[in-house]
C-alpha cells in the first residue's frame, strides 16, 4: 500500500495540513512500528563462498534489514550466533588464522552481513530477518499493513496530535493514541516471539 494513501485517512482529523507532513508522520510511526515490535519478519537465504566472508541482502524495495533473528549454515548443520559488535568475535589476535568454521554473523549496515571468521567451504545460509522501511520508503508490503495498520496509524496520530499551535492539536488525543501504539507494538512483540502463535506474516525471497 502507498505510504501516500494511508496518509490520506489523517486527512479527517487534519484537513487544513499539508499532504507531505501527514506521509511523514505515516513514515516515522512504521519505522517505530517495526524497529520496535520486530514484528516484520522474512525467511532469507543464499548462496556462501569459501573465502569471502561479506554479503549483500536483496530485500524488497524502499525496506532496510533492521536484526537477525537467527541464522544457520545448512550443509555443516552450523548455528551462527549473532553478534551486534563484530568486534566481539575478535577475542585473540589470531582469531581467523585458528579458527577454521564460521561461527558468528553480524550486520555490517541495513542491507550487509559478515560471517566469522571467514568461511573456508561453500554453503548456504538461512535466515530469518526483521524488517523495516527506509527514510524514504513511499509504500509498505500490502499484507504488513493488514496486520498492522491500526498501530501504524495510532502512531501517526499521536504524532499529528501532538503538534503545538496548530488547528488540529490536542494533547489528551495525543496520549490516547500513543497508548494505543505502545500497546499495539508491544502486543505485535509477543506475538512475533512466539513462534506458534499465528498471525505474523511471513514472506520468504533469496538472493
Same mark, same amino acid.
Given at each position: 500500500m502507498l505510504i501516500s494513501d494511508l /496518509?490520506? $485517512?489523517l486527512r479527517i482529523k487534519a484537513r487544513e495540513a499539508p499532504a507531505f507532513m501527514l #506521509?511523514? $508522520?505515516v513514515r516515522e510511526s512504521a519505522r517505530e512500528f517495526f524497529r520496535k515490535s520486530r514484528a516484520w519478519r522474512v525467511d532469507f537465504s543464499g548462496a556462501i563462498t569459501a573465502g569471502s566472508n561479506a554479503y549483500s541482502f536483496t530485500q524488497p524495495t524502499g525496506t532496510l534489514v533492521h536484526d537477525i533473528v537467527y541464522a544457520k549454515l545448512q550443509t555443516s548443520n @552450523?548455528? $551462527?550466533a549473532y553478534l551486534r559488535d563484530a568486534g566481539k568475535a575478535y577475542v @585473540?589476535?589470531?582469531f581467523e588464522s585458528g579458527s577454521t568454521d564460521s561461527k558468528y554473523v553480524t550486520l555490517v549496515d541495513n542491507d550487509t552481513f559478515e560471517l566469522l571468521p571467514t568461511p573456508t567451504a561453500d554453503d548456504i545460509v538461512t535466515m530469518k530477518i526483521? $524488517?523495516?522501511i527506509t527514510r524514504t520508503a513511499t509504500e509498505i508490503d500490502d499484507a504488513i499493513v493488514d496486520e498492522f495498520e491500526d498501530a501504524i496509524l495510532d502512531g501517526a496520530l499521536y504524532r499529528l496530535y501532538e503538534m503545538p499551535q496548530e488547528s488540529w492539536s490536542d494533547i489528551k488525543l495525543s496520549q490516547y493514541h500513543l497508548n494505543k501504539f505502545l500497546s499495539r507494538t508491544a502486543d505485535a512483540k509477543l506475538r /512475533?516471539? #512466539?513462534t506458534r502463535t499465528p498471525g505474523t506474516r511471513i514472506a520468504a525471497f533469496s538472493w
Open positions: /496518509a490520506q $485517512l #506521509e511523514r $508522520l @552450523t548455528n $551462527l @585473540t589476535p589470531d526483521v $524488517l523495516s /512475533a516471539e #512466539e
